[in-house]
């Protein structure tokens, strides 16, 4: 039985489901970021409410993050530069719920110093989290350079309204993001020689865009950028994407799949 599945039977049993099950459930499925949204729809379409879980929260989140541990993991050889990264983002203040959703408040105004305030403040949440997957094939500094493009989507998709803690709700995306980047360098070596180049180039691209621009590139964007068709790139994604997660079943009837309502370009 699929674990999306298992949702929407929990869901309907229960007639609601919080954000912190569903992001639970789905982080043993490697999902993009647009395979979870539609996972949402799907949800919401059955008519599963989600809510959230603030009420068991404490209301200062400040005090709660306060010890996240931001410290060298042991074995891990640093330059200093990554020893400065770590002592900026220690100085920087955590926020309180309600200084949360004042900012969440002011990002839907299209505030951008807000998103970026927001950001920074769980900056050290993304740290204490990549530490967790040392010695898994990647670099310390590239976990955590990962897990912050996480947090960049975090940030953009927060809706406040929803009543969970944006902590909560951005570590799931923090993990996807760094675990999603441990598989698809693992998944590499499976990939044939002559596009691997191809591949990690329109990877790097593709993060520079979405750090420049805040959002997800489109392939257009991509394509301008490494000059060539968008056809091209699409097919490059296409190959360096893992496709298992799209036969996850949904519905009453196991007779239909995640990849059904994923849209093809």
Not at 75 to 89: Q, S
Not at 152 to 167: L, N, P, Q, R, T
Not at 224 to 238: C, F, Q, S, T, Y
Request: proline residues 4%.
């Amino acid at each position: 039985m699929g674990l999306v599945k298992q949702l929407v039977e929990k869901g309907k049993k229960n007639g609601t489901l919080t954000y912190k099950e569903i992001m639970d459930s789905l982080e043993e499925v490697d999902l993009s970021p647009e395979q979870i949204e539609k996972v949402y729809e799907i949800l919401e379409s059955m008519g599963i409410e989600i809510v959230g879980d603030m009420e068991d929260l404490p209301k200062n989140v400040a005090s709660e993050e306060e010890n996240l541990d931001i410290s060298v993991p042991d074995g891990v050889a640093i330059d200093d530069p990554v020893r400065m990264y770590l002592k900026e983002i220690g100085k920087v203040p955590l926020l309180t719920a309600d200084e949360e959703i004042e900012l969440a408040k002011r990002m839907e105004k299209g505030d951008e110093e807000a998103k970026k305030r927001l950001a920074e403040a769980n900056l050290r949440l993304v740290v204490s989290i990549a530490k967790r997957y040392v010695g898994r094939g990647m670099l310390f500094l590239d976990l955590i350079q990962e897990g912050n493009l996480g947090l960049i989507k975090a940030v953009e998709k927060f809706d406040y309204s929803k009543g969970f803690k944006f902590s909560t709700y951005a570590t799931w995306w923090i993990r996807q993001a760094i675990t999603r980047a441990i598989a698809d360098q693992a998944r590499t070596i499976r990939i044939p020689v002559h596009m691997v180049e191809t591949i990690n180039k329109l990877i790097r691209v593709s993060r520079q865009l979405l750090q420049e621009l805040g959002r997800e590139p489109t392939a257009e964007e991509i394509a301008k950028e490494l000059g060539m068709p968008a056809d091209k790139v699409r097919e490059i994604m296409k190959i360096a994407q893992e496709p298992v997660s799209l036969e996850t079943p949904i519905g009453e009837e196991e007779d239909s799949h995640l990849g059904d309502f994923i849209p093809d370009d």
